[in-house]
Protein backbone atom coordinates (compact mmCIF):
# COMPACT_ATOMS: atom_id res chain seq x y z
CA UNK A 1 0.00 0.00 0.00
CA UNK A 2 2.88 2.03 0.93
CA UNK A 3 3.60 2.36 -3.27
CA UNK A 4 0.49 4.40 -3.76
CA UNK A 5 2.19 7.22 -1.70
CA UNK A 6 4.93 7.38 -3.37
CA UNK A 7 3.90 8.98 -6.91
CA UNK A 8 1.98 11.75 -5.16
CA UNK A 9 4.85 12.53 -3.42
CA UNK A 10 7.19 12.80 -6.21
CA UNK A 11 4.32 15.06 -7.51
CA UNK A 12 4.58 17.92 -4.39
CA UNK A 13 8.65 17.07 -5.13
CA UNK A 14 8.24 18.30 -8.65
CA UNK A 15 5.88 21.50 -7.95
CA UNK A 16 7.66 22.32 -4.99
CA UNK A 17 11.25 22.00 -5.60
CA UNK A 18 11.39 21.20 -9.45
CA UNK A 19 13.67 18.26 -8.47
CA UNK A 20 12.21 16.66 -11.67
CA UNK A 21 15.21 13.51 -11.63
CA UNK A 22 14.19 13.09 -7.62
CA UNK A 23 10.49 13.12 -8.34
CA UNK A 24 10.73 10.25 -11.26
CA UNK A 25 12.67 8.08 -9.12
CA UNK A 26 9.85 7.90 -6.50
CA UNK A 27 7.54 6.93 -9.41
CA UNK A 28 9.73 4.33 -10.31
CA UNK A 29 10.55 3.12 -6.87
CA UNK A 30 6.35 2.90 -6.35
CA UNK A 31 6.52 0.64 -9.99
CA UNK A 32 9.03 -1.52 -9.24
CA UNK A 33 7.24 -2.04 -5.57
CA UNK A 34 4.05 -2.98 -7.18
CA UNK A 35 5.25 -5.02 -9.67
CA UNK A 36 7.66 -6.97 -6.63
CA UNK A 37 4.66 -7.01 -4.64
CA UNK A 38 2.34 -7.89 -7.04
CA UNK A 39 -0.49 -5.77 -6.24
CA UNK A 40 -2.60 -5.60 -9.19
CA UNK A 41 -5.23 -3.32 -7.63
CA UNK A 42 -2.83 -0.94 -7.31
CA UNK A 43 -1.16 -1.15 -10.79
CA UNK A 44 -3.95 1.32 -12.51
CA UNK A 45 -3.69 4.34 -10.33
CA UNK A 46 0.25 4.56 -9.50
CA UNK A 47 0.72 3.99 -13.22
CA UNK A 48 -1.89 6.75 -14.04
CA UNK A 49 0.01 9.33 -12.09
CA UNK A 50 3.21 8.27 -12.98
CA UNK A 51 2.19 8.71 -16.67
CA UNK A 52 0.27 12.29 -15.95
CA UNK A 53 1.76 13.74 -13.55
CA UNK A 54 5.81 12.73 -13.26
CA UNK A 55 7.01 11.49 -16.92
CA UNK A 56 5.55 14.52 -18.56
CA UNK A 57 8.43 16.57 -16.87
CA UNK A 58 11.27 14.66 -17.70
CA UNK A 59 10.02 12.78 -21.12
CA UNK A 60 8.70 13.62 -24.52
CA UNK A 61 4.89 13.46 -24.00
CA UNK A 62 4.79 10.58 -26.81
CA UNK A 63 6.82 8.21 -24.80
CA UNK A 64 4.15 8.43 -21.91
CA UNK A 65 1.51 7.49 -24.31
CA UNK A 66 2.68 2.98 -23.40
CA UNK A 67 1.90 3.68 -20.25
CA UNK A 68 -1.59 4.81 -20.20
CA UNK A 69 -2.69 2.32 -22.18
CA UNK A 70 -1.15 0.07 -19.82
CA UNK A 71 -2.90 1.53 -16.96
CA UNK A 72 -6.14 1.51 -18.88
CA UNK A 73 -6.01 -1.87 -19.25
CA UNK A 74 -5.01 -2.82 -15.77
CA UNK A 75 -7.28 -0.48 -14.31
CA UNK A 76 -10.34 -1.73 -16.65
CA UNK A 77 -9.30 -5.39 -15.61
CA UNK A 78 -9.62 -4.51 -11.84
CA UNK A 79 -12.95 -2.26 -12.10
CA UNK A 80 -11.29 0.79 -11.38
CA UNK A 81 -13.67 2.95 -13.45
CA UNK A 82 -12.26 6.22 -12.15
CA UNK A 83 -8.91 5.52 -13.46
CA UNK A 84 -10.49 4.41 -16.83
CA UNK A 85 -12.03 7.82 -17.39
CA UNK A 86 -8.48 9.16 -16.35
CA UNK A 87 -6.10 7.46 -18.39
CA UNK A 88 -8.44 7.89 -21.40
CA UNK A 89 -8.88 12.16 -21.50
CA UNK A 90 -5.11 11.97 -20.69
CA UNK A 91 -4.57 9.48 -23.54
CA UNK A 92 -6.74 11.58 -25.76
CA UNK A 93 -5.14 15.30 -24.84
CA UNK A 94 -1.48 13.89 -25.34
CA UNK A 95 -2.11 12.33 -28.87
CA UNK A 96 -3.56 15.35 -29.91
CA UNK A 97 -0.58 17.26 -29.25
CA UNK A 98 1.25 15.05 -30.66
CA UNK A 99 -0.81 15.65 -33.90
CA UNK A 100 -2.68 12.26 -33.80
CA UNK A 101 -5.82 12.07 -35.06
CA UNK A 102 -8.47 12.01 -32.75
CA UNK A 103 -10.79 9.97 -35.72
CA UNK A 104 -7.98 7.11 -35.17
CA UNK A 105 -8.23 6.70 -31.86
Excluded at 30 to 37: C, D, E
Excluded at 60 to 79: C, D, I, M, W
Amino acid sequence: MSAFFYPPWGVVLNCKSQDINSANKLGELALNLVSMFNTKSLIGRILYVVAAWLSESKYHVRETLPRFRESYQSALKNGDLEVVGYCDKHKSQYSYFVGQELTDL
